[in-house]
């Protein structure tokens, strides 16, 4: 049975919707080089300790700590240097009591000795002699044996976005072959509207206008992390809308639809995506400007989205609902949303019971930050070119005063 | 000649350093689905105006507003209705005085008509005839042709990271072909030291480590929107690291060295990039921890980088230095850094004069942010992938209180 809610807040409308998706994108194997940004599948486990060895942290001299007890500048110990550790060797010079072998950052500690004297604080005495001017505690200057990772932990979590630095840590323990990701999920992106023609169209006949909600719906899919792919414009006819979108469905991962926004137009795309399979459209409209007339719907687990088709409306829409959803299908965290305080330049009215994305300029004022909105049709993609995100007013706000702090979503 | 800058505090480094950078990468030429995040070469113009005719923003009809004026619920004009504008297409109906013609959002406003009534203002009254029970002004719910953006106006200026909403506004003045961009800077990574293999290597002898740094760095570079490129181990030998080095310059960007960390190794990395030409090393030593060994170069006009070998020192340093100046390379602002305020989870002690970076985690508390360091000495790599970005300690602070609050630099 469909359930139906109407005008949702936007983060019940989410919720509502994501509980229905029970789809998540398939598992594919790829080398750490690779996997930037990508979510591992399941939980990384080291195959080994890490460092393999004992190693020093700074340039200086391998003794044994409690031959440098009580050292100082006006009584130092001394102590007879018997060998100098090579880098990338084993270190086969063994230091016994009063003894010291010369080491370098990264070397291996030696056989006999647990502690580092760095070189600072030691002196040169006579033939094959150091004087030692501080004492060094056991295990001083040295890296254990696993003291990074112990063989068998746990290194990366599975739903993991992968970060520069783990890249790294994969690397350390040898792990640079492939390693399980969520791939990408695949996201078909159609147009609808007889009004519409392809963007690379050079001479636009009266009334036609370029589809340019595919290629920036593209670029925001491209940003979390999925695969997409233009499908194309259909015309404003239900039985070819029907075939294309049941025809992308098995193999897609994500359904996006971008209506005309005209109310017939609308209607007929919620019929529709409603034909492909249940439990359909979940919602129905949002209570969110712009965007309001959104369509949330899924069909056998997987997410459908029904975008209107301003430009400005689709953008918002598609970052409140299609980016979370591309997240759900990973398996992982949203990416993070950076969210900035700025005081508000002009007083910004809006209506108790709905969220407004007003696009607004950051500019610095006084050490302050500010937003001032950049006023326009959601028709006018010109707005957000010229802006730096999107001021958003509280649901339960009648607006934000001129002076007031408030919150502004940062285009990535 | 060389001029020489000894322990410099990051920014002030960074901008004597960059001073010396005068080379850019160069320019090539691609489509804009294929441009997201890359950085125009110039400016590019609106070869047309947007719209290109006037559209209705809203259901409804098109009038001519004199018509409306004074239309009430009490008393309604009444309008003969002469045709509907097809959706796609020329609007061929003219509206005369006394008439209206239906029309749908995005619709090409016909002849004659210069506002729309919204379809909930009106009524069927009768064959043919609707009644308006709103006024509308001149214009109203009407899209002006250029109202968007006019003929020949600035579309993106020179030196602009394209956003998916850029790339919507191209395709709609149908610059769908090819834009001029910056080419990624390629970024040449040399690691070196006796005791570093490459990743892949299975089987570690006593004293060899794996060379991580590589794919740290290379893996920054793809964020920040360079083409890295991992040359390979370099032996501890001034000449063939002479030559290396040399054989690479010609066609890279930027040059990065990760060298040891023993004393030794660093003054024949810092001697080895002031043989490769003028003005050589101009930092040789940062105030920041980790990370002070750092070494800062520039070869005819090109940015030379010699990071310390440490991991975490690696990871630190490259993002102060390596990023900033990819951005360099691209006549681009440098990529946002994330910076969020958190409260300091315990005191971190700190040296007034240098810039202390230290790996933390953000846990939430009652509703603030807090950030728990996660102490580690700078060669363990875990630490930072258990951590969620870095504490910043100020150059003139002598650490941080428990409690106070500080400012944390996300990884992104």
Redesign the interface.
Known sequence: MTEFFDVLPPDEARAAWLAQVTHRAGVETIA??AA?GRVTARAISSPEA????A?S?V?GYAVRAPDTFGASDSLPAYLAVVGE???????TVSVEKGQAALI?????IPPGADAVVM?EHTQPFGDGEIEVMRPAAPGENV?QVG???VSGAE??PGGHRI???????L????L??EIAVIRRPRVCLFSS????V?????R??????????S??????C??AGAAPE?MGILP?DADAFYAALAAALPDADLLVVTA??????RDMTARTIDRLGAPGVLVHGVAARPGKPTILAAVDGKPVIGLP?N?VSA?VMFSLFGVPAIAHLLGAAAP?Q?RTPARVAVNVPSTAGREDYVPVRLVQRDGEQWAEPVF??S????T??GAHGLLKVPLNATGLREGAWGEVV???
């Open positions: 750490p080089l930037l890490l460092p393999a060895f190693r942290t340039d550790v090579p880098m990338g060797q084993e270190a370098h950052t990264g070397g291996m070189v890296l003291e990074d990772v290194v990366l970060q520069p630095q783990d890249i790294g840590a690397l350390a323990l040898g640079a072959d509207g007889d009004e519409l392809p963007p690379a169209t050079q636009l006949k009266p009334g036609q206008i370029r589809d340019i909600n290629g920036t719906i593209a670029s925001l491209q940003q233009i404003d005309g926004s005209s109310v017939s137009v088709g430009p953008l993070l950076v326009g049709k028709n006018l993609i010109f957000l070119v940062l285009f990535a």
